[in-house]
């Protein structure tokens, strides 16, 4: 999507600014419509934030689900070294942790890692 086609940088910048705040929403079939039109599903913010990582921090599951299906990358981490699985259960996000760890994310990656997050927020059943 950087350079797609057709689209302006600013364009570019605005499609990623709206398909970020539609992660974070939880409007997942509007979201999908943005993929199938050529946004990347690990497109980034300017924190490195992925749609997953936000859909993750706010708690839209079905929203991870289906970035999850399309292929999204589980262990993407962001500027502060933060993956979706550590954000999920510091926000208490026990469904979104389940699809993640489901999805095979890495327990150890991160800074606090998935595995830190879990024993701190007392969440480590949601690990195994």
């Not at 398909?19 to 993929?35: I, K, T």
């Not at 859909?55 to 289906?66: I, L, N, Q």
């Not at 926000?91 to 095979?104: I, Q, S």
Request: proline share 5%.
């Amino acid at each position: 999507m950087p350079d797609h086609p057709g689209l302006t940088p600013e364009q570019t910048k605005r499609v990623i600014q709206i398909a970020m705040d539609l992660a974070r929403e939880g409007r997942g079939d509007e979201l999908a419509e943005f993929l199938d039109h050529g946004l990347p599903v690990d497109v980034t913010d300017s924190d490195a934030n992925t749609l997953l990582m936000l859909a993750s921090y706010h708690g839209r599951a079905d929203t991870v689900a289906m970035l999850i299906a399309r292929g999204a990358d589980v262990d993407l981490r962001n500027n502060r070294d933060q993956c979706p699985l550590a954000g999920a259960l510091f926000k208490g996000e026990d469904d979104v942790a389940r699809h993640l760890v489901a999805a095979g994310a890495d327990l150890d990656a991160g800074s606090p890692t998935a595995r830190q997050a879990a024993e701190l927020f007392g969440r480590s059943h949601l690990l195994e």
